[in-house]
């Protein structure tokens, strides 16, 4: 499920103050990079038996090399996804979000957007 008009998708910014700010919020990009494009992950768990939901910020790089550092990003529109014990995380359109759960995705991705514009490459 896309999550749009929260401030970050189209934002363009440094790939360093990124991974600082997105930390600060919880979000981990471990090792889901290549050379061009970055993917950060909120973990939100939950009481329904195998079933776990993920906030999923992607971007790819403008100009430079993310194994490097000197990375340009450009975000995408942020995902809700639920993951599927044993089978990997599914963020179509059909599948069902608690609208609680929906709305504090939404409230954590306002918060990042708020900060990210004070960061952003003009």
């Given amino acids: 499920m ?24 919880a979000f981990i990009r471990a090792g889901q990079w290549d050379y ?13 038996k195998n079933i776990t939901y993920y906030i999923r910020i992607q971007g790819y790089a403008l100009e430079g090399d993310v194994d490097r550092g000197d990375a340009v990003i450009k975000l995408l529109p942020p995902l809700l996804g639920k993951h599927y014990y044993p089978h990997g995380v599914e963020y179509g359109e059909g599948e069902n979000f608690p609208e609680n759960l929906v709305e504090r995705a939404t409230k954590i991705l306002e918060n990042v957007g708020k900060e990210i514009k004070d960061l952003t490459v003009e």
């Fill in 2 to 25: 896309k999550l749009e008009n929260l401030g970050i998708e189209d934002t363009v910014m440094e790939l360093k103050p990124l991974d600082r700010l997105m930390g600060n919020h």
């Fill in 36 to 48: 061009e494009r970055v993917t950060y992950d909120y973990k939100i768990g939950s009481n329904e």
